[in-house]
């Protein structure tokens, strides 16, 4: 049981390059979702879902995409990076209330 | 929007001595808070959780307090051990979104 796994745990990108960020969770969680952390600021969130094919926008969605095709997976991508989007990215599951969270994703956009 | 905020950015405290972290809520209708610790370079961990309908829930070393009347949580760590120094976040909502307030940075002196 591996819990909250994310892909890659560290990626710099130049300004304009796109990426995916890659969340598994092997708990079997319907709920999932992105957040933001930055130096100084709680935990933001970005998008969320409620289950497998359900997307929603959270607190800070502009300049992000997600998807959820499979239960287990839920991807977060960014088209056209921004130095604004540098940051630690942190995925978490629950089954509802409590969050699961991942180790995080350091991001950095040049 | 949500407002979760923590009156103390830093605390320090002797080793074996008890910690008092507090966070304010700014939303009557949040029914489920939730205490995290992380760690430099980690992603949140859940310690501990208390519902609405609840004034003190306890767990193992830990107690959290919730005053509704004047929108204040606390978390109690007993005997704190080196291994408590992080920073802890609240967290505040319905059960499936939450607002998470920006940390108290806990340091134990030994």
């Known amino acids: 049981n591996a819990g909250v796994t994310q892909t890659p745990k560290f990626r710099v990108l130049k300004t304009g390059q796109s990426m995916t960020l890659l969340c598994a969770q092997d708990?079997?969680?319907?709920?999932m979702y992105w957040y933001r952390q930055d130096p100084g600021m709680g935990l933001r969130l970005i998008h969320y879902s409620v289950g497998e094919g359900t997307t929603a926008k959270g607190e800070v969605p502009d300049g992000y995409n997600v998807s959820r095709l499979k239960k287990q997976n839920f991807l977060l991508g960014l088209e056209s990076a921004a130095p604004s989007q540098t940051s630690v990215y942190f995925c978490?599951?629950?089954?509802?209330?409590?969050?699961?969270f991942g180790p995080g994703t350091r991001l950095l956009v040049l | 929007g949500e407002s979760v905020g923590l009156h103390l950015p830093t605390l320090s405290v002797q080793e074996g001595d008890n910690s008092i972290i507090n966070c304010a809520y700014s939303n009557s209708a949040s029914d489920y808070f939730i205490w995290y610790k992380q760690e430099s370079g980690k992603g949140p961990q859940f310690i501990i959780d208390i519902r609405s309908n609840m004034d003190k829930r306890q767990g193992q070393r830990v107690t959290v307090l919730l005053n509704k009347t004047v929108k204040h949580l606390s978390l109690q760590i007993a005997a704190t051990q080196p291994g408590d120094s992080a920073v802890y976040f609240c967290?505040?909502?319905?059960?499936?979104?939450?607002?998470f307030g920006t940390g108290t940075s806990l340091t134990v002196i030994p």
């Open positions: 967290a505040e909502g319905p059960r499936n979104q939450f607002y």
């Open positions: 978490a599951s629950s089954p509802e209330g409590t969050q699961y």
């Open positions: 708990m079997n969680h319907e709920y």
